[in-house]
């Protein structure tokens, strides 16, 4: 027993001499503590429902932040007025931002919000909750191990309709943030996108939609890590908090368990979300990110 940890630590040690600086950070194992990304799902869960405009909407801004600030990440708060069928609702995307050694940024989004419903109590532990939670611990890596690229790290507001989805009631958020940057001319280089990614029987299908590249080195960085089971090879297509930004003409991929029978049902609760999907899920982006990073390079390189 000792001695193979001796032997694994050799080998690190071995790696760690034998890359060029910049990558040694890279190829160690990812590390990604689900059960502190459960804690998160527990707490916002507590809040009750979280929809966008709600006071249980600011208390879930308020938490992600003051966890946030409490493991020294930069923070701010982008608020805007969203038109809804519902009337104008006061909405807010949480926006972390990690400095690379380079000024391109990925951004990393999910929402946070839980959808409105009339006559149920709908707490989101899967939907809304295990985004929030899993971003909340990827920009504690993030900020722990800098990498190449910047990293925004985005809570997006009002990704749920208020009735039903339309290109005018859904991903208020996303589409504001979208829009901004697009017409400042500050678009990311990429956008990874994570929803309902706590299911406690993960199964991620490819999203159509995505781009093919990104799935590719994610599906890979799940195959090296063992978790081919729940990174499934067949495809889905869902449109999310990524699609205002494919429509930018920027790259990006959705990662979604959309096989989930609680769906916007009052069933979606704690009990159906484990730590070790959330671990998974964290555990398979960031080792991802490296080749993402190259692959970006790359094709920056072959623009003419
Ligand atoms: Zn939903």
Do not use: C
Request: aromatic share 8%; proline share 6%.
């Amino acid at each position: 027993m000792i001695r193979e940890r001796i032997g694994l630590l050799l080998a690190a040690v071995v790696l760690t001499w034998s890359l060029p600086l910049g990558a040694q950070d890279t190829r160690l194992p990812p590390v990604f503590d689900g059960a502190a990304a459960l804690r998160h799902v527990e707490r916002l869960v507590t809040i009750g429902p979280r929809p966008a405009g709600s006071p249980g909407a600011v208390r879930a801004r308020t938490y992600i932040v003051d966890e946030l600030r409490r493991a020294g990440v930069s923070v701010r708060l982008d608020s805007f007025d969203a038109a809804t069928p519902h009337g104008r609702l006061p909405m807010a995307n949480v926006i972390a931002t990690i400095p690379g050694r380079r000024k391109d940024v990925i951004l990393i989004g999910g929402h946070y919000d839980t959808k409105w419903f009339r006559d149920i109590a709908f707490v989101g532990a899967n939907d809304g909750g295990s985004s929030a939670a899993l971003l909340i611990e990827l920009a504690r890596r993030l900020h722990a191990r800098p990498r190449e690229y910047t990293y925004w790290v985005v809570w997006f507001d009002g990704e749920e309709a208020r009735e039903s989805w339309t290109a005018t009631d859904s991903l208020y958020g996303s589409r504001r943030m979208a829009g901004e940057l697009g017409k400042s001319r500050q678009l990311p280089s990429a956008v990874i996108v994570a929803d309902m990614i706590g299911d406690r029987n993960l199964g991620i299908q490819r999203e159509a939609g995505s781009t093919s590249w990104m799935n590719d080195v994610i599906w890979a960085s799940a195959g090296r890590l063992g978790y081919s089971e729940h990174f499934l090879p067949d495809s889905l297509v869902v449109e999310d908090d990524h699609a205002p930004f494919l429509r930018q003409g920027i790259p990006g991929a959705l990662l979604i368990d959309f096989d989930f029978p609680p769906w916007h049902t009052a069933a979606d609760t704690l009990d159906k979300v484990s730590a070790q999907s959330l671990e998974i899920v964290g555990k398979v982006l960031l080792d991802a990110l490296p080749g993402i990073e190259e692959g970006l390079s790359r094709s920056r390189g072959a623009r003419p």
